[in-house]
């Protein structure tokens, strides 16, 4: 389970009170999820999440607020924090940074069809083109430098051939670091996995967990979808399924020529990052009741993207 902070149910009616939507009917704790305690919620007038953050960049908890707000101010299905009649957003509760947000319909989709793959690049054309005028800043708390950094703690934990593709991997970050920072950006979600986006049928209706979006490459946000919603089981990208996701994301926002020769690159850059921040939660949450996602298939999916026969569609 993934539930770090429990709640009794007198609790929780103290802490919802405020909000006014309802007496507490019933709630229920979110087995999924690695990094935060989620909760349904039953109120009197509807479904509600509510997320305690465990850990991460809290200083950052504005920038999330702000841009989930913008987000869903034009529109977008995205957990906006829900404010008490006084305007408080952000709470606290056993200590804890809280938010209370709208239950988004839907389901998880284990395996993606093209259409739902075309649907996660219409969302990212989306996000980008709303926020790449004025992007709310936030560098990454697990960007280049901090890879770098992990990398060289991590390896030695690393088999010899393990090591060695980690190694490269970061070599090549070092010397194409000033043509990747220099990448046409916006506000990214980068962690948009399938564990991250709602569906009802081939409909993308929510997407949920932003506590990685930061300002960064547009690139960098493709990468990461690709790897995570076109992959074959041994790492491989399929094909059909990339070609659906970029096509949608070109139809609303053209690749750029640098955009096409840095793709290989970034989806191993992505690649790198998951593989990282998944060692050190299995270093971190060893041994304990807490869901720890497989390591080995990032370093799979690296060792698959040395060779990338994939190319971005470009507008003639
Ligand atoms: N607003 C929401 N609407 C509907 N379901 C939600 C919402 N927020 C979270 N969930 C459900 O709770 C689960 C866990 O949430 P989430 O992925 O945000 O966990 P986390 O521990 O914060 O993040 P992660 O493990 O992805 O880093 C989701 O998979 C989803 O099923
Ligand atoms: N999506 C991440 C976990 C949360 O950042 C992963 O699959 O490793």
Partial sequence: MSVFTPLTKAQLEDFLSPYRLGALHDFQEIQAGTEN???????????????????????????????????HAAGFAVPYAITTPSGEALRTLKGKPALLQPCLPGRHVDNPSAAHCAEVGRWLAGLHLLTRQAPLIRKSDRGLDWMQAQGKALSPDLSADEAALLHAALAEIQSKQEQIRALPSANLHADLFRDNVMFEGEHLSGVIDFYNACSGPMLYDLAIALNDWCSQAGGALDLARARALLDAYAAKRPFSQAEATLLPCLLRIAAVRFWLSRLLAARAFAGQDVLIKDPHEYARLLSARQQVLLTLPLAL
């Avoid at 999440?49 to 991460?56: A, D, K, N, S």
């Avoid at 950052?60 to 913008?70: C, K, S």
């Fill in 37 to 71: 305690s989620n909760f349904f919620i039953h109120l009197g007038n509807g479904q509600y999440v509510l997320t305690l953050i465990e850990r991460g960049p809290l200083q950052d908890l504005p920038f999330f607020i702000e841009l989930l707000e913008r987000l």
